[in-house]
């Protein structure tokens, strides 16, 4: 008898709580704030916050609910403590959706054991391995990054056009590695090039002097880079340089970035890379917003952050419910066209046409387009390393 | 047939990718198992803290190293880690000399079994281990600064006309030659020196050395003050060749065991040769001979695939497949050393 009253009050308190929970919306921000991309988190959740700010600052969210962020961390690496983090901010906290995670084998693994069984709507910003594409996610799983099945196409089109027929490929070996470099064999070999050599590289090792020896022997002019610019990608570009090995490569957005010119100069000339961006008008206008609510935009997968907590809301908004089950039908209606172009602050806009069953085609700061499974089409600028600077060649 | 071109352009490209790194690392792999042996030796203990020994002194160098650079001294083209080197040295050898007093000297009194040491440096190992990235952090350091090249691919070259270039680094150079020196100087130490015959008498029969009056605190404080030496100046090779990271030191010992153990345990001839040939194993096996035979069947061959023994993703495993195969088939090793027990 007891037990069973205390049953009762443990339900009647539940059901009081989540009666006061209605009041405010929450939705879980699950990034690496520990591990190895701690630097890039905090920026990438302080985006996504900015997002909801703007939302809850409009009052016009489902008759003026105020969204609240609940952090978890995916640690970036450690698939069961993501798993946990995820299943206490669902069962604990109560979220509506998520916007995480961030790297692509904690990302597949919430999705797979915890967001998806639970009938959780998942946005990554960030995670682009291909194996992310053909996950059975019911439709729950959604993505503003690009998958890298795109970017192994873009880097395959511009070493073609660049007259590249035969290239040596190393990729830092794990998931995002791995999945770069077969996704770019694929089309390269699809367009008629050939892969010399395949060989992976750790990171974190003090020597890839083997690792480039095997590589030379292929016997290719041109060597692709697919790694982390202070990780294993420099030791590679280093060991390659030293021994006269090669002189130019192709790199992909894990290595294109400043430090690889402060290391190297204008020594790797002709490399060419790609990296996520595009010149719609979102970019800068995210840039502006941001600054004005006192957040730095720029850095990496900021805008892609900033972009998937926005387009929940506004699938929300669609759905006319919280609820996943239904707001994950909504996603693609408001991300793309037709409808009325939406760019990073003008939220409380979006939120009131949708309320007045107008349509609208979120553009956002990263100009989304969610495509096939909800994952973002992906446009890469490509960039060329110049007399020792990145100078942009055009937009694929 | 291959004309004489192509057999030297061979050469220039085995050279460049298999016998200069090889021979850099084997002399610093060398260096390094010299260390263990020697403790093996007269300690009689495998010391697990040696990689970490290395990492502790060559924490030291590249601090001071730094701290020069930022003074703005500089002995171009010299790297500035050799004006840090004697620094980084005293400060491990007293590293060891403390560690030995407090930790080693308490069960050498009580006459442990060997295994009990063992144990005691692995504590020992995860405690430099965690002072060295309490101190400098788990991060890569960069350290090395003056000339790069002795001889770089392009000019090599140029001043050929061959189509394969050669490089050899100022570090790999300084390594053979330091290597060349430390060993010569150790090796005449031991022959000829006083206190180099106690110490080998010491090693070949404790008891009878004792009772000819040999001081075995003496003995023991020496050793440490030899190992430390070589750990530091091995480890700076190491960075300056390649990069400082703790954690890359501490996977170095079991090249370096695999070294001493194939040289022949408490040989210090068994550790340099078991050194290279550790090293010249993991380059050999895992190079891809393509290019190579290309050259020597005058592109008259072209192999389908690299003619590659081993990916290069198991060049780690080669020394765990050194040391059993040498332990199955000459537990003693080249030189017949001791069998560990």
């Known amino acids: 008898m007891k037990k069973v009253l205390l049953a009762s009050s443990i339900l009647a308190l539940s059901a009081g709580l989540s009666g006061a929970a209605q009041a405010e919306v929450k939705l879980g921000v699950i990034l690496g704030f520990t591990g190895p991309i701690e630097s890039v988190t905090p920026g990438m959740a302080d985006a996504a916050e900015l997002a909801m700010k703007e939302v809850s600052d409009s009052g016009k969210l489902l008759g003026g609910e105020t969204v609240v962020s609940v952090r978890g961390d995916s640690t970036c690496v450690d698939s069961a403590a993501a798993q946990a983090a995820a299943e206490r901010l669902i069962t604990s906290e109560g979220i509506a959706a998520i916007m995480g995670a961030d790297c692509s084998g904690v990302t597949g693994a919430i999705a797979n054991n915890v967001a998806v069984p639970k009938g959780i709507v998942m946005v990554s910003p960030s995670a682009t391995s291909p194996a992310l594409s053909t996950i059975e996610d019911n439709g729950y799983f959604f993505r503003t990054a690009p998958s890298d099945a795109r970017q192994g196409q873009v880097l395959s089109d511009i070493a073609m056009d660049r007259g590249i027929k035969e290239i040596a490929v190393t990729y830092t070996n794990n998931d995002y590695g791995k999945g770069l470099a077969d996704s770019f064999q694929a089309a390269y070999e699809a367009a008629g090039g050939k892969v010399s050599i395949v060989v992976p590289h750790e990171d974190g090792k003090a020597d890839y002097s083997a690792e480039v020896g095997a590589l030379a022997a292929s016997g290719s002019e041109v060597l692709a880079v697919f790694g982390y610019v202070d990780q294993g990608g420099r030791g590679i570009i280093q060991s390659s340089l030293d021994t006269g090995a090669f002189g130019s490569f192709l790199i992909a957005d894990g290595m294109t970035a400043e430090s690889l010119l402060e290391n190297f100069g204008d020594s790797i000339d002709g490399t060419v890379g790609t990296l996520p961006g595009t010149d719609s008008p979102g970019a800068a206008k995210f840039l502006e917003v941001a600054k004005s609510m006192g957040v730095d935009g720029d850095g990496p997968f900021r805008a892609e952050s900033y972009d998937a907590a926005a387009l929940i809301l506004l699938a929300m908004q669609a759905a006319g419910s919280t609820d996943s089950a239904a707001l994950k039908d909504k996603m693609l209606d408001v991300a793309n066209a037709p409808g009325e172009p939406i760019y990073p602050g003008e939220l409380a806009k979006a939120l009131e046409i949708i309320a007045s069953g107008g349509d609208v085609d979120y553009v956002g700061a990263t100009a989304v387009e969610l495509i096939g499974p909800g994952e973002a089409a992906g446009s890469y600028k490509e960039l060329l390393v110049e007399g020792g600077k990145y100078t942009t060649v055009q937009i694929r | ?341």
Do not use: C
Not at chain 2, 148 to 155: D, K, Q, V, Y
Not at chain 2, 185 to 201: I, P, V
Not at chain 2, 211 to 226: C, F, Q, R
């Open chain 2, 1 to 341: 047939m291959p004309d004489f071109v192509d057999i030297l352009n061979a050469l220039a490209l085995m050279s460049n990718f298999v016998f200069v790194p090889a021979l850099s690392y084997g002399a610093q792999l060398a260096l390094g198992a010299l260390g263990i042996t020697l403790v093996f030796g007269i300690l009689r203990f495998a010391n697990f803290a040696h990689g970490d020994q290395m990492a502790f002194g060559t924490m030291v160098v590249v601090l001071v190293t730094f701290w020069l650079q930022a003074m703005g001294v500089s002995i171009d083209p010299v790297p500035t880690a050799f004006l840090a080197l004697p620094i980084g040295i005293a400060v491990a050898i007293l590293m060891s000399l403390g560690i030995d007093r407090t930790v080693y000297r308490f069960y050498r009194k009580r006459r442990v079994a060997p295994v009990i040491y063992v144990v005691a440096s692995v504590g020992v190992m995860y405690l430099l281990n965690g002072l060295t990235r309490f101190v400098i952090g788990p991060d890569d350091q960069r350290f090395a600064d003056g000339a790069r090249f002795l001889i770089n691919a392009r000019e090599f070259k140029e001043m050929t006309g061959l189509a394969e270039g050669i490089t050899i680094k100022v570090s790999q150079g300084l390594t053979v030659l330091i290597s060349i020196i430390v060993v010569i100087a150790l090796f005449w130490f031991l022959q000829k020196t006083r206190m180099g015959k106690a110490m080998r008498a010491y090693s070949d029969n404790e008891d009878l050395a004792l009772l000819s009056g040999i001081n075995p605190e003496k003995v023991v404080a020496v050793t440490w003050i030899i190992a430390a030496t070589l750990a530091t100046i091995a480890g700076t090779m190491y960075g300056l060749d390649k990069s400082f990271k703790p954690f890359t030191y501490f996977q170095l010992i079991l090249p370096m065991f695999a070294a001493a153990i194939v040289g022949g345990i408490g040989q210090p001839v068994g550790a340099i040769v078991g050194g290279f040939i550790v090293a010249f194993s993991e380059v050999m096996l895992t190079y891809a001979y393509k290019k190579v035979a290309l050259y020597l069947t005058h592109g008259g061959w072209e192999p389908e695939g690299l003619l590659q023994i081993l990916s290069t993703e198991y060049k780690f495993a080669i020394s765990f497949l050194i040391l059993v195969v040498v332990l199955l088939v000459r537990p003693t090793g080249i030189f017949r050393g001791k069998v560990i027990t």
